[in-house]
Structure formats: C-alpha cells, structure tokens
C-alpha cells in the first residue's frame, strides 16, 4: 500500500464496513480515517490507539471531543504545546506548538479493539509519519498505551522484547528519536486512578527536561 495517509482508506474491509454502518446511524460524524493534527514540523509526535467512536470518529481530529482528549489536551497546553486547555471540534482554533498527535489505526474499530492485521495494514501510514518527523528533526515519540508503543517500534523495524512498554518508560532508538511511554489517557485509566494527571505530566516533564 501507499504510506500517503488517505481519508477515503478501505483497506481493512471490517474496519471500512463498520464506518459504513457508524455513517448511517450518525451521519453528521466524520466517520472515515481521521488525519493527523499538529505542527508540521513537531519535535514531540503523540501516538494513541484509534480514533473513539464519540471523539475523534466524530470530529475528524484526533482526541478531540470525547473523555480521553480531556487530560491530554490540558496538559499539552500547560507544558506550553497547545494554544488552549481542551480540544471541541476540528474548527475550534486549537493550535498545537512544536507538537504533533496521530493515532496507530486511522479507523475507528468496533468496542475499540483493531485486530493486529489492521494495526499491521495501517502501520505503513505510521511509519511515514515517524520517518518524516525525524526527518524534520523530530526528537521524542510519546506512546499512549502497550498498542501504540508497539505500532511504533513495528513502523521502525525494532522487536518490542527489546523495548518493553512501561509507563514513564524511556527508550533512546537507533533513529537518534527517543521513545517515551505513558499509560492511555482513557476514561477507564483516569477513573481507576491507574493514570493521574501528575503521573501523566511526569511523563511530559521528562519529555520537556530531554528538550533543553
């Protein structure tokens, strides 16, 4: 397949029928592959799992309008990467600074779980991403969960039992990108106090320490 990121991918024929249904029952949700958001040339690219049904299926902007974006969004602006404290929709004027968010599957996958060929399909989109970022000397990827840490390591070509996920994990690559992981900022992470706002931004003040 082409690495161009596509909005009209039907590659995963499951993933594109479950769009198809999600368009009829709500047919004002962007409902297709939902792109990158961010400064073009970021130094910090945000990797999560997929788009949420309600979230980013429905904004077309990743992390955008659902729970799971509340956490990231607030602490990207207090760490200075975002113009505002919450992200509502793709035409808000939410500007990212020296930061980029992308997603390891482009599709929304029913109850929130891609099947790994559909990881393994979407992760040449990944791995253009990845190569274009450090390209443009990008220095730190921050994996939201164990699915988007591994997506990256496939999309670079490095065998996860070398890279163990863990959160506040960090991984110097042989790409000179260093790797940081973090729990996902999901509704049942936060609630379950698995994931805190001061254990998130521990995460983004090592990023941060690394950048100076």
């Keep these: 397949m082409s690495n161009k990121f596509s909005a009209n991918c039907r590659l995963c024929p499951r993933l594109a029928g479950f769009l198809d249904e999600v368009k009829i029952r709500y047919p004002d949700y962007h409902a297709r592959p939902?792109?990158?958001?961010?400064?073009?040339?970021?130094?910090?690219?945000?990797?999560?799992?997929?788009?949420?049904?309600?979230?980013?299926?429905?904004?077309?902007?990743?992390?955008?309008?659902?729970?799971?974006?509340?956490?990231?969004?607030?602490?990207?602006?207090?760490?200075?990467?975002?113009?505002?404290d919450e992200s509502i929709s793709a035409d808000d004027?939410?500007?990212?600074?020296?930061?980029?968010?992308?997603?390891?599957?482009?599709?929304?996958?029913?109850?929130?779980?891609?099947?790994?060929?559909?990881?393994?399909?979407?992760?040449?989109?990944?791995?253009?991403?990845?190569?274009?970022?450090?390209?443009?000397?990008?220095?730190?990827?921050?994996a939201l969960g164990t699915v988007a840490h591994k997506a990256a390591l496939m999309a670079l070509g490095l065998k996860p039992a070398a890279y163990p996920f863990g959160h506040g994990a960090v991984h110097p690559l042989p790409n000179k990108v260093t790797l940081y992981d973090s729990y996902h900022c999901s509704r049942y992470n936060t609630q379950t106090k698995r994931l805190t706002a001061a254990t998130f931004e521990a995460v983004f003040e090592k990023i941060c320490a690394d950048f100076s």
């Design 34 to 84: 939902v792109p990158a958001f961010g400064d073009k040339t970021p130094k910090l690219l945000i990797i999560g799992l997929a788009p949420g049904m309600h979230g980013a299926n429905r904004t077309g902007r990743p992390f955008t309008g659902d729970f799971a974006g509340i956490l990231l969004y607030r602490t990207l602006h207090k760490f200075g990467f975002a113009s505002k």
């Design 93 to 142: 004027g939410l500007r990212l600074t020296g930061c980029r968010i992308t997603n390891a599957v482009k599709c929304l996958p029913p109850e929130n779980k891609p099947e790994p060929g559909e990881i393994r399909q979407c992760n040449g989109y990944l791995t253009a991403e990845i190569e274009g970022f450090a390209k443009e000397g990008g220095t730190a990827l921050l």
